[in-house]
C-alpha cells in the first residue's frame, strides 16, 4: 500500500482529495499554486505578454518600459480596442537570465495563452525568448538592441525588432564623429556579445571615414575599477574613445576617465547614450559626450508624435518626461496593437503582413519594419551630453545635434545577414 | 528513529510513491512548463542530494554537470545534427567526465574546502564554456535546440503544441534515473555512503576505500545531474549560459536543503515547493527574493529536516 491509496481509497480523484493525499509533502507551501490550476476562461481579450528585468541591474529601465506598454495598451483600449475587443498587457519578471525568460515565455503562452509577446532588455535574453515563441508560431516584437536577431541563424518571420541594433547606432555616431573629431580612435569595449557588436559597428562606419584604431581595450561585464584599462588608452593619445559599453559600465568608466582628465584629451562617444544613466551618473561625468539614442524627449519641440507621447506620460508621471528605453516599450507594444487594427484580427498571419506593410508614426517620426529582417527602420539621433550650467532643469541633459535619417542603406543589406 | 507503518509503507516503495505522484502531477501544477521544471530541477536536486544527503559531502559545484549535460546535448543536435536520443546520452556521458575529472581533483579535500574547490573547478567550467563562441554561443547562450516532434514508433508526440506530452515524455527519462538511483541507494554501495557520512574514520578503519568511494559517487552524482541539464535543454530550446553560474550549483543546495536531505523524496518536494513559490511571489512583487530568503531561512532554523524529512518524522512518532 503507498500514500497515495492511503488517502485516496474512498473518493476517487477529486482534485481536493489529490491536493490533500498525493501532495502532502508539499504541504501549506505549495498548496496554494496547485488551486491556480483553474483553467482561465476562455475570453476574447487580446493578451501581450511582456517579459522584462524587473529586478537586476536594470529594473528601473524595465520597470519604466512596462509603464510605457502599459499606457499603449491603455490608449488602444480608450480608443475602443478592436471592435470592443480589449487588450491587456501582462508584465513577467525575467530576471535578466535567458533561461528565466524562456520559462516565463513558455508560461505565458501555455498557461496565460498569450496572442503575442513583447518585451526583454539584453541582447542574450532576446534570443531566448525569440526562439520559444518562433516554434509556437506567436508573434514577437524585441524591444532591447541587438545585431544577432536580424541574422539568419536567429531571424523567423514572427521576429520583429524594434529597438535599434547597434550596428545603426555605433555607425550614425561613427558617421558623425569621426569626419569631425578626428582619426585616431580608440576603443573601451564590454567584453560580451553587445559591446563587441557596437565596436564593430564604429570600426564599419570608420573605414569610409578612414580611421586609423590606435588602442583596443576589453574590459569584463559589470567592471567597477576602470584605473587599469583608461591608462593604455590615454597613452595611445586617440582623438576619439569610443566606449562600447552600456548602463552602470558606461557611467562608471566615464566617471573614471573624467577624474582622470581625458575629456580634455580626446572626444568622448557613446553608441547608446542613455537618458536614464546620464541622470543617475550627473551632469560633470557625462558633460560633452557625444552619443546616439532612439528618443530624447526634447523631440516633441519638432515631431508631432513625440510631442503627444511625451505629453501623455508627463501627465502620468507628475511632469517627468518619459525615456529612451521607456519609449521602446511604448513604441513596441503600440506598434503591435496599430497591427491588430489594421488586420483586424489577432491571428498571426494577419498581424504579421500588417506590421510588414504599415509604416507608423507613434513617438519619433515614421519608422517601417524592413520586410527580410523586420528590423524597424528608423531615425538615430545624435544626441551631446550638457554640462551643467546649460541645463534649463534637471530633465534638460542633452542637446540634439544631427538626426541620422531612417534609411534602410544604414542597415546591413538582407545578403550580409544571409537572409537572401 | 521509531518508524511507523506508514513511513515504512513509504520508505519500501518509495519509486511506486513518486511514480505515482508524477504521473498525476501536470494536472496539479500551475502550468506544464512549472511541472516539467520541477522535473528536472528534482532530478538536479537528487543528483546532488547522492552527495550531500546520502554522503554527506557538500559540493558548490554541481552546476557544472548540469551545464556540461545541457550543452552536451545541445551543441551535439544544433552543430553536429545528431539525433536528440544519442544527443542525450552524449550530454550524459560528458557531464560524468566532467564529475570524474573535478572529483579527482576535489577528493583530496574536506568538509568547506570541498565545498570551495568544487565551487571553484566549476567556476572554471563555466569560464572555459563562455569562451566557446563558436560552439556555445557565449553570452548569448546556445538556441535553437528546437526539438519539435518525437516519434516513438506508434505514434508522433508534438511536443512544442503538446506541453503535456513533453512532460510525460521528460518523466520517461526521469522515472528510469529515479529507479536506478533507488537501486543504488538500496546496493551495498549506497550502505557505505551512509556509512562515510554517519562517521568517516570508522568507515575506513571497517576496510572500506572511501576516497574511491567518494569518487564514485561524486562521479554516479554527475550523470545524474548530467541528464537533468540534457532534459532542460530540450525543455527550454536554449542553453543559457548561466546554466553553468554558481548560483545553479547554489539551487540545488537550496532544493534538496528545502525538501529535505538525505530523504528520497525530498529533492523533488524541494525543487517543487521553491520552484512554485518562485512563480507565484514573482508574479506579485519584485521582491521576490526577500520572501523566499525568508522562507529559506525559516525552514534552515525551525525545520532542519526540511519539508519531506519533517513530515517524515511526525508521521513515524504517531
Not at chain 1, 508560431?137 to 524585441?142: C, F, K, R
Not at chain 2, 563555466?126 to 554561443?137: F, N, R, T
Not at chain 2, 532534459?231 to 543559457?240: D, E, K, M, R, Y
Not at chain 2, 515547493?273 to 512563480?279: C, I, N, R
Amino acid at each position: 500500500m503507498t500514500i497515495k491509496n492511503e488517502n485516496m481509497s474512498s473518493a476517487g480523484l477529486s482534485r481536493r482529495k489529490i491536493i490533500k493525499g498525493a501532495a502532502a509533502g508539499a504541504g501549506v507551501l505549495a498548496a496554494s499554486p496547485f488551486l491556480l490550476n483553474i483553467a482561465g476562461a476562455a475570453d476574447d481579450t487580446i493578451k501581450i505578454g511582456f517579459p522584462v528585468p524587473l529586478t537586476g541591474p536594470y529594473g528601473s529601465e524595465a520597470k519604466e518600459q512596462a509603464l510605457c506598454a502599459q499606457m499603449a495598451v491603455d490608449e488602444f483600449n480608450a480608443a475602443g480596442g478592436l471592435n470592443g475587443r480589449m487588450a491587456e498587457l501582462l508584465v513577467r519578471d525575467d530576471k535578466l537570465k535567458s533561461g528565466e525568460a524562456a520559462k516565463r515565455t513558455q508560461e505565458l503562452i501555455e498557461k496565460d495563452k498569450v496572442h503575442f509577446v513583447a518585451g526583454s532588455l539584453s541582447a542574450s535574453v532576446q534570443l531566448a525568448v525569440n526562439t520559444i515563441c518562433a516554434d509556437r508560431e506567436i508573434p514577437y516584437v524585441s524591444i532591447s538592441q541587438s545585431d544577432a536577431i536580424n541574422e539568419a541563424k536567429n531571424f523567423t518571420k514572427y521576429t520583429f525588432h524594434e529597438a535599434m541594433n547597434p550596428h545603426m547606432t555605433a555607425g550614425a555616431v561613427g558617421r558623425y564623429v569621426f569626419p569631425k573629431e578626428g582619426k585616431r580612435v580608440a576603443f573601451l569595449i564590454a567584453d560580451y556579445a553587445y559591446g563587441h557588436e557596437m565596436a564593430r559597428g564604429f570600426k564599419e562606419a570608420g573605414k569610409a571615414a578612414g580611421i586609423e584604431i590606435v588602442a583596443e581595450v576589453s574590459h569584463p561585464l559589470a567592471t567597477k575599477d576602470y584605473s587599469t584599462f583608461l591608462p593604455r588608452i590615454q597613452a595611445a593619445k586617440p582623438d576619439v574613445l569610443c566606449l562600447c559599453n552600456f548602463g552602470y559600465d558606461q557611467m562608471n568608466s566615464l566617471k573614471q576617465a573624467t577624474s582622470f582628465g581625458m575629456k580634455d584629451q580626446m572626444r568622448m562617444v557613446a553608441p547608446a547614450l542613455l537618458y536614464n544613466q546620464r541622470r543617475a551618473g550627473g551632469a560633470a561625468a557625462y558633460s560633452n559626450v557625444i552619443g546616439g539614442t532612439n528618443f530624447y524627449w526634447g523631440l516633441e519641440d519638432s515631431i508631432p508624435s513625440a510631442k503627444k507621447f511625451v505629453d501623455a506620460y508627463r501627465k502620468l508621471n507628475a511632469g517627468a518626461p518619459p525615456s529612451d528605453y521607456g519609449a521602446y516599450g511604448y513604441a513596441g507594444v503600440g506598434g503591435l496593437l496599430a497591427a491588430v487594427k489594421a488586420a483586424g484580427s489577432t491571428d498571426a498571419d494577419a498581424v504579421i503582413a500588417a506590421m510588414e506593410s504599415t509604416p507608423y508614426d507613434l513617438y519619433k517620426g515614421e519608422q517601417h519594419y524592413r520586410k527580410c529582417d523586420h528590423q524597424s527602420v528608423q531615425s538615430v539621433y545624435i544626441i551631446e551630453s550638457k554640462a551643467e550650467a546649460d541645463m534649463a532643469n534637471e530633465y534638460d541633459v542633452f542637446k540634439i545635434v544631427a538626426e541620422d535619417k531612417a534609411s534602410e542603406d544604414v542597415l546591413r543589406s538582407c545578403s550580409a545577414l544571409g537572409l537572401g | 528513529m521509531n518508524m511507523s507503518n506508514l513511513t515504512g509503507t513509504i520508505t519500501k516503495n518509495r519509486v511506486l510513491v513518486v511514480f505515482a505522484f508524477l504521473l498525476i502531477f501536470p494536472f496539479l501544477a500551475p502550468y506544464e512548463a512549472l511541472a516539467t521544471d520541477v522535473l528536472i530541477y528534482g532530478l538536479y536536486a537528487l543528483g546532488l542530494n547522492l552527495v550531500f544527503g546520502y554522503m554527506g559531502v557538500l559540493s558548490f559545484g554541481h552546476a557544472a554537470f548540469f551545464g556540461v549535460g545541457a550543452y552536451g546535448t545541445g551543441i551535439a543536435m544544433v552543430h553536429f545534427g545528431v539525433h536528440w536520443v544519442p544527443s542525450i546520452f552524449i550530454g550524459i556521458l560528458m557531464a560524468g567526465l566532467t564529475a570524474m575529472i573535478m572529483g579527482a581533483m576535489a577528493i583530496r579535500t574536506k568538509g568547506i574546502y570541498f565545498a570551495m574547490v568544487t565551487l571553484a573547478l566549476a567556476q572554471c567550467v563555466y569560464y572555459i564554456v563562455y569562451h566557446m563562441g563558436e560552439l556555445s554561443g557565449g553570452e548569448d547562450g546556445l538556441t535553437g535546440v528546437s526539438l519539435k516532434t518525437v516519434d516513438l514508433g506508434f505514434t508522433t508526440l508534438n511536443i512544442i503544441r503538446e506541453p503535456l506530452s513533453k512532460y510525460y515524455l521528460v518523466l520517461g527519462f526521469v522515472m528510469v534515473a529515479i529507479f536506478i538511483f533507488s537501486r543504488i541507494i538500496n546496493s551495498p554501495f549506497g550502505s557505505v555512503l551512509e556509512a562515510i557520512r554517519e562517521n568517516e574514520n570508522r568507515a575506513q578503519a571497517c576496510g572500506y576505500d572511501v576516497k574511491l568511494t567518494k569518487w564514485v559517487a561524486f562521479s554516479i552524482s554527475g550523470l545524474f545531474c548530467g541528464l537533468a541539464g540534457a532534459l532542460s535543454a530540450i525543455h527550454l530550446s536554449v542553453v543559457p549560459i548561466e546554466s553553468l553560474h554558481y548560483h545553479q550549483s547554489g539551487l540545488a543546495v537550496m532544493m534538496a536543503l528545502l525538501g529535505g536531505m538525505g530523504t528520497f523524496f525530498g529533492p523533488f518536494i524541494g525543487a517543487m515547493a521553491f520552484l512554485m513559490l518562485e512563480d507565484i511571489i514573482t508574479t506579485m512583487t519584485s521582491h521576490w527574493q526577500l520572501f523566499l530568503g525568508a522562507i529559506f531561512m525559516i525552514f534552515v532554523l525551525f525545520f532542519p529536516r526540511g519539508i519531506w524529512g519533517s513530515i517524515l518524522h511526525w508521521i513515524s512518532r504517531r
